[in-house]
């Protein structure tokens, strides 16, 4: 009888936690969203407070001051390219990986996990200076190698651990029926890969999306520097003018949630599937 009392208050606790800790994760960005609408005098008289009225002019200057069309054109163009090709070579490499058996399996499982231990920041110099040798500086795709890169260890992983939970006979069917392996991968694995490969597309796509390091060192043309770049000398031009350096961070951060709370179901389920499976 104790036992079950003791269930209830150990639920209740766990709500009230998980609570708080929604509760100081969700309030920095109302905070920022209410503040973004004040006036300069209103926010540093009430910066707790509800604006007196929803000033959209700030954010129409912020759009306008700060260039965020240019900037989120650059970041798409950026992104989404070294997303594909991060899927395309992962999903082949997971494919080798977890379909074939070869003397250097090991090494290769290991070399990748390697290169997810690797910090970005060891890596800025030396990446720097090959690509200034290569001149692939300043340019629509100079992003593309670094994002592709540092991205394809943990999409192989992802991708392997979901392959693993495939049954071969699918794949002996095909081959006895003619079905050579580029068949096999783009009829039968890929297809199945779906789950996993949205999975990959969120992570890495949020992470070519945030990115401050690599655009920072590699792109100096303000022409086609990214979001991140973009807020970074806007906040340094206008660090006066806190309401409108709100409302750009605003209008960059509110589409990055939408886009993470309407995936994020496809993210559970691209971790979860292949660990349940296998």
Partial sequence: MGFRNRVPIAYRVHRIVFALLLLLNVYPIVWLILNSFKTEKELSLNPVGLPKELLWSNYAQAWKTAHLGTYFLNSIVAAIPAVL??????????FFISRFEFKFKGAVLLYLSLGMLIP???MLVPLFIEMRIF???DSWFTLWFPYVAFNLSITVF????FMNSFPREVEEAAIIDGCGIMGIFSRIILPTLLPALATGFVLNFLYNWNDFSFALVLINDDKLKTLPLGLA????AFNRSYSVQMAAITLVLVPT???YVSVQKYITS???AGAVKG
């Fill in 120 to 122: 970005i920041q060891a």
């Fill in 135 to 137: 001149g692939l500086l």
């Fill in 233 to 236: 000398n806007f906040s340094g």
């Fill in 158 to 161: 992802i991708l392997v651990g």
């Fill in 257 to 259: 949630l939408l886009f």
């Fill in 270 to 272: 691209g971790m979860t």
């Fill in 85 to 94: 090709i991060t899927l395309l070579i992962g999903a082949l490499g997971a």
